[in-house]
């Protein structure tokens, strides 16, 4: 099975093609290429067999691939499942770093409650940030909560060292 | 606008299978006639290949020596002219050969 969308840069602009070679160049089934016959992919003219100009599958299928593409404004995170760019609840996010420079903003959907993601760079997050309110994680977080915190450190060392300075005064 | 002759089409398809399947020629050579074709067509503004006529190629050889490149702005190379007007060439030869052949065949056929 070829990919959900088909590459228009393969496709010839001074060649015709069949629905069989269309099917043949993205490993496709033949039917999918008569279904976009179908759906409004012109033909040469009505005789068999059916001929497709390469210069006008490529502007289809162009214009099929920027149709379904939902860029999201600012102020907005994509819902997969929704399946479309929408405000978070209540308009909160919380940002996660990944590195120092970028990381995810994690909001909640307003309609059907799912956990949103969106990427974004810190130097950005003003331009993205619209109604929002973004919240920033206060501390690092640690693998385990611990109540009493570690003996092993060297406190000792630098406890000295200020006695030391301490004294020197 | 016209962008495209549906008899063209069927035409240029059963020469690119020649030049494919017979001539054993490359994938790219098939594409430099294609583009040729096209341009030539675009002069012509789809007019059917089968009422072809010499001032036809005449006018568009004069008609490509003046165009420019889209890439850099410079006239159209020798080379380029060279190589597009030889693929035409070779097509209408192609062309008028087999109607040459269709008609000695009828001429054959015919009866007494």
Known sequence: MGKRQPNHRLVK?????????????????????????????????????????????????????SKNKQRCKPGELYCVRCRAPKPPAGDMAEYYPITEKFGNLIAICPDCDAIMNRRISLVKIDQIRGKMEISFPEAVQQIIDRASPTVNSDLRERSSDHAKSQSCQ | MQNHNPVNERIK????????????????????????????????????????????????????????????????????????????????????????????????????
Do not use: C
């Open chain 1, 13 to 65: 602009i001074h060649r015709s093609y069949t629905v069989e070679e269309i099917a043949d160049l993205f490993r496709l089934h033949k039917n999918t290429v008569r279904q976009w016959v179908k759906d409004g992919l012109a033909t040469i003219d009505n005789k068999r067999p059916m001929l497709i100009l390469g210069h006008v599958l490529a502007a289809f299928l162009q214009t099929r691939r």
């Open chain 2, 13 to 112: 398809r059963r020469y690119f299978a020649f030049l494919k399947e017979a001539k054993r020629h490359s994938e790219p050579t098939l594409d430099a006639a294609a583009k040729a074709l096209s341009r030539f067509e675009a002069y012509t503004r789809y007019r059917d290949f089968r009422v072809f006529h010499f001032e036809q190629a005449v006018a568009f050889k004069k008609h490509l020596a003046e165009q420019k490149g889209r890439q850099s702005g410079a006239k159209l190379s020798r080379a380029t002219l060279h190589a597009t007007l030889t693929q035409l060439k070779r097509f209408l030869q192609s062309l008028f050969l087999q109607s040459l052949a269709i008609s000695r065949a009828a001429r054959y056929i015919r009866p007494d």
